[in-house]
């Protein structure tokens, strides 16, 4: 094995829409585990629109990334050297660790992954982060109820896509927004979405008047924006409405302005909550094992967008904010061996 491996870190912090030049790619050495570590092989690694935000010098619910440091996200990775009682020469793992080839991990900050439960890459995905804040949020704070209209935005995404499908698995009727006439197909024929709006192409005011005719009971809001902006008319009597995300405004060098909310949830009664996965740290089990169940019982699907290479990490999390992916993005370091 190389005593050398490749390392990404922030080398300036965006302004606007992020830049390959906004990032290091740099040679370091692999360091050696000491006693209770472990040396980890990257495998997968989880690029997510969230990141965007730590690349900001501001406050928020996670600490900012440092300048001149690795960046770090979701991987899933393959133990090459342990020196933990807990952990061996080839267990798979998952764990927030640096984009980079190789990590040292303590062994109380990863945790041991079974690929007979489910691929492992579900465990980024479906049956981790995305599909937990799709659960919580959604259940928790919008409390479907069987009938009801739920609209979901970015609805192709990870987390839209998962909240589409427990949505019909509590009963409620499901109208999805995405960019592209794939998206929208993917949505009604592979997801069983009853509507599919095509932002990029359909007036979305109008869009959802139709395929909303009873109003709408809950919106899960994953981007923000304009299309936000056309969901607050059709709010029904006591609507709830998790925020997840505004991916619209992440980019943005100017204070997001649109229009004010205050009345239309005044005149509904509505509930207009953001919130976090970090929120319900103690109810995590519970979320895995509902998924679970319906992951096996073939009650949810998913879809991953992987791209291959380290040295694409950089290209997979811009394509987040041009919408090229279609469920989980995902890059693939280096194959299980």
């Known amino acids: 094995m190389s005593q050398m491996q490749k390392q990404i870190k922030l080398a300036k912090r965006p302004v606007g829409t992020p830049v390959m030049e906004d990032f290091a790619f740099i040679d370091a050495p692999i360091e050696t585990p000491s006693d209770g570590e472990v040396l980890i092989r990257t495998i997968y690694v989880s690029v997510d629109p969230y990141l965007r935000g730590r690349m900001q010098d501001t406050k928020s619910y996670i600490p900012p990334f440092q300048l001149n440091e690795v960046i770090t996200s979701g991987i899933i990775g393959q133990v090459v050297e342990s020196k933990s009682e807990h952990f061996s020469k080839g267990d798979i793992v998952l764990g927030t660790l640096g984009w980079q080839e190789y990590s040292v991990a303590n062994e109380r900050t990863i945790r041991k ?5 489910a691929p492992v890459t579900a465990n980024l995905g479906i049956i981790g982060m995305t599909g937990l804040t799709a659960y919580f949020g959604l259940l928790d704070i919008g409390q479907p109820k069987e009938g009801e209209t739920v609209v979901v935005s970015g609805a192709a995404g990870a987390v839209g896509s998962a909240v589409g499908q427990i949505a019909k698995i509590k009963g409620a009727r499901v109208v999805g927004i995405a960019g592209t006439e794939e998206k929208c197909e993917y949505l009604l024929n592979e997801l069983g979405f009853d509507a599919a709006i095509n932002y990029k192409k359909e007036d979305v005011s109008s869009a959802l008047e139709k395929a909303c005719p009873n109003g709408i009971d809950i919106y899960f809001d994953n981007v923000g924006g ?11 009597k006591f609507a709830r409405i998790p925020v997840c995300g505004a991916i619209s405004a992440y980019n943005s060098v100017e204070m997001d302005m649109g229009p004010r909310v205050q009345t239309a949830l005044i005149k509904t009664s509505a509930l207009m909550k953001g919130f976090t996965l970090g929120d319900y740290s103690s109810r995590l089990q519970e979320g895995n094992t509902a998924l679970a169940a319906w992951l096996n019982e073939g009650k949810l699907k998913y879809e991953e967008t992987i791209t291959e290479g380290f040295d694409h990490i950089i290209d997979a999390f811009l394509d987040l904010f041009t919408g090229a992916n279609i469920g989980k993005s995902l890059v693939k370091v280096a194959d299980i061996i």
């Not at 992954?113 to 439960?117: A, Q």
């Open 113 to 117: 992954l079974d690929p007979k439960l």
């Open 226 to 236: 304009s299309i936000s902006d056309a969901v607050f008319p059709l709010l029904n």
